[in-house]
């Protein structure tokens, strides 16, 4: 009996280790296949996997361009600023963050924040909480080197220095320059494809705007050897792939036309003034020598450097002002230009040969035209066409379009003729196209009735009739340089950051305006004498030594009241605005300056001072730089009697 059940357990015996034996080659050929598919037929793909686990490819940030005055100051720069980002699944919330927000110095209420959107990240699903976030923007020096000296306690944590854009002028020129921002998530969307990503800065207003493909660079990338706790280790040949690094490439830079002590000038000559704008245009090219728009605005503030609140506190300031300071007041804000369009209403009777401008007209201080008085300044007794200019005799105006002829068709012409009533095109903001009114276009606005009085005051420049200060300033070049209407221009040339010329761009003529010489001849005499004439309207802001011909205008706004506002609040807005447009020197003209005081009063007293100390500092420059090795203004040929014609050639 022993024997059989002897035999009987070494038969179960042997079933059951065959059993197992068979399991266990089962087991290794599952590993044989398991092994030849991930180490044959997925090779490339598992050796990436490993690689990227301690391969990093790290983002290197590119420089924006510099942009300089024409001189070479800078105008727009940017300084090293440094940023925390962190990757929100290597963040170990128990140890790791405690450190980090001592050493950064993060408050409770930013901590709750922060806390809250590393947690929600850390729960998602998505590919956000293997990619680096932005913690902390423009942290201090003390901050990037406590993190430095503990970077080995912080994995999943990096400072990243990133350039800040940094306006040596803050104020001056703000709207010129413009500032920049985030680019928002929709923005994002579209821009993603040339090279944009989360956290990038773009312009938006100004040059920083127009000219941002030039500016802004194309960043570059590194391969790094990091250990399983993220730190970086030297070495990697072999692991790591080529290319290894692909080096950013700077933005160009740009040399402008505006010159930043004239900026600076202007910014002077300004300041008792509340609002308002200057340009400054070299006669002979177009350039633009000053451009100036008040009250600005801090483009630090407002492009990021100092983080996002003060961005917001910059713009509810900015958007509460009544004065407006984010709205440009040379290019996109249009006004009537009131008397500095008469020499113009002028040149369109003599053109037409309406007028003799020796003759006279009687101004007894009004006119009366139907069932309304037309007033005049004060009674000028007997006056020509030239008299009239220089001391802005309304009444005569009000006769060349009531008794002789000059219409609003004929007025409307001879604006366009010289670029009002069209937009520049320079392009670098939102630009008003003023208006010059026709009698079609009146009839129509005024369901289909047209009444003379309207083209009495077009004659003046009032009414519909409204000009920007860019527009009215590149007219009175044209009528300094003899009928050659440039197309502005604010940058001169494209440099590399090495100062190579790149491209240059030279001036572009808009069009030859055909005028009689003896008729622009008349009107710059008429100019000369409001400046340097007693009873000229410009007379008593003329300064010692400044050579100007010009014509002030005092533009006249409505002066209606808001139901529930109560009129003391509002006096300032229901001011006229003061004008000067002019050209200086006045025998051998070299700059056009127009000054617009928004609500300032009466021109004379308000806008023409501020040409004078303008056109002053402009001389005192040009006699400091001349034989020296920047370009300075060049005094031209004199032409005796009237403002000398120009070829339309750049200098």
Not at 179 to 208: F, H, K
Not at 571 to 583: D, P
């Amino acid at each position: 009996m022993s024997l059989l059940v002897q035999r009987s357990d070494v038969s179960e015996f042997r079933r059951r280790f065959r059993w197992i034996a068979l399991g266990m080659v089962v087991g290794f050929m599952v590993l044989l296949g398991r092994l030849f598919y991930l180490q044959i037929l997925e090779v490339d793909e598992n050796k990436a996997i490993a690689r990227e686990n301690i391969v990093r490819r790290v983002t290197l940030a590119t420089t924006r361009g510099i942009i300089r005055d024409k001189n070479g100051k800078v105008l727009a720069a940017s300084r090293p600023s440094y940023n925390v980002y962190v990757v929100p699944r290597r963040l170990d919330m128990e140890t790791i963050w405690p450190k980090l927000v001592e050493y950064l110095g993060i408050g409770i209420e930013e901590r709750a924040r922060l806390e809250a959107l590393i947690t929600s990240i850390r729960a998602d699903e998505g590919p956000r909480k293997n990619q680096q976030i932005l913690l902390k923007e423009d942290i201090s020096r003390d901050a990037v080197a406590t993190l430095a000296t503990h970077d080995a306690e912080l994995p999943g944590v990096d400072v990243v220095p990133v350039p800040v854009r940094y306006y040596p002028y803050e104020e001056v020129g703000s709207h010129v320059l413009g500032y920049m921002a985030e680019v928002d998530a929709e923005r994002l969307a579209s821009l993603r494809s040339i090279g944009y990503i989360e956290g990038d800065r773009i312009g938006v207003t100004g040059i920083e705007r127009a000219w941002e493909s030039y500016l802004r660079g194309t960043r570059g990338w590194e391969k790094v050897l990091v250990d399983a706790r993220g730190r970086r280790r030297t070495g990697g040949d072999g692991i790591i792939e080529e290319p290894r690094r692909v080096d950013p490439i700077p933005g160009r830079d740009l040399r402008l036309t505006l010159d930043a002590d004239i900026q600076k000038a202007i910014d002077k000559a300004m300041r008792g003034e509340l609002a308002g704008g200057v340009a400054v245009i070299d006669v002979r090219t177009g350039r633009i020598l000053g451009l100036y728009s008040k009250p600005g605005y801090n483009p630090n503030a407002l492009s990021g450097g100092s983080g996002k609140q003060v961005i917001r506190d910059a713009f509810r300031r900015l958007y509460s002002d009544p004065l407006k300071p984010a709205l440009d007041k040379t290019l996109s804000g249009a006004y009537p230009p009131g008397s500095t369009f008469k020499p113009f209403t002028a040149l369109a009777a003599l053109e037409k040969g309406l007028i003799d401008p020796r003759q006279s007209s009687r101004c007894r201080g009004a006119l009366t035209f139907g069932k309304r008085t037309f007033r005049c300044t004060h009674v000028h007794g007997p006056v020509a066409m030239q008299q009239a200019i220089a001391e802005s005799c309304n009444v005569y105006f009000y006769r060349l379009a009531a008794e002789y002829g000059v219409g609003m068709d004929v007025i409307a012409e001879m604006g366009q003729r010289y670029g009002l009533g069209a937009r520049t095109g320079l392009g670098i903001n939102a630009e008003a196209g003023g208006r010059m009114p026709t009698r079609a276009w009146m009839t129509l606005r005024n369901k289909g009735q047209f009444r003379l009085g309207f083209g009495l005051n077009a004659a003046i420049g009032q009414g519909a009739t409204t000009v920007t200060v860019l527009q009215l300033a590149l007219a009175y070049a044209a009528l300094a340089n003899g009928g050659t209407l440039y197309q502005p221009q604010i940058v001169r040339a494209v440099e590399t950051s090495a100062g190579t010329v790149v491209q240059e761009f030279t001036p572009r003529v808009r069009r030859q305006i055909d005028i009689r010489p003896e008729n622009l001849s008349l009107v710059h005499r008429a100019m000369v004498a409001g400046v340097n004439e007693e009873g000229g309207t410009a007379f008593k802001a003329r300064v010692a030594g400044v050579e100007m011909a010009g014509k002030t205008g005092t533009a006249q706004v409505s002066h209606r009241l808001t139901r529930g506002v109560e009129a003391e609040r509002v006096w300032y807005f229901n001011r006229e605005h003061a004008w000067f447009a002019g050209y200086a020197p006045a025998r051998s003209p070299e700059v056009a300056v127009v000054v617009l005081v928004e609500h300032g009063g009466t021109g004379g007293k308000h806008a023409a001072p501020v040409a004078f100390e303008v056109v002053r500092a402009y001389q005192e420059l040009a006699k400091e730089r001349r034989g020296g090795p920047n370009e300075g203004p060049r005094a031209g040929k004199s032409s005796a009697g009237r403002a000398p014609a120009a070829s339309g050639r750049a200098p």
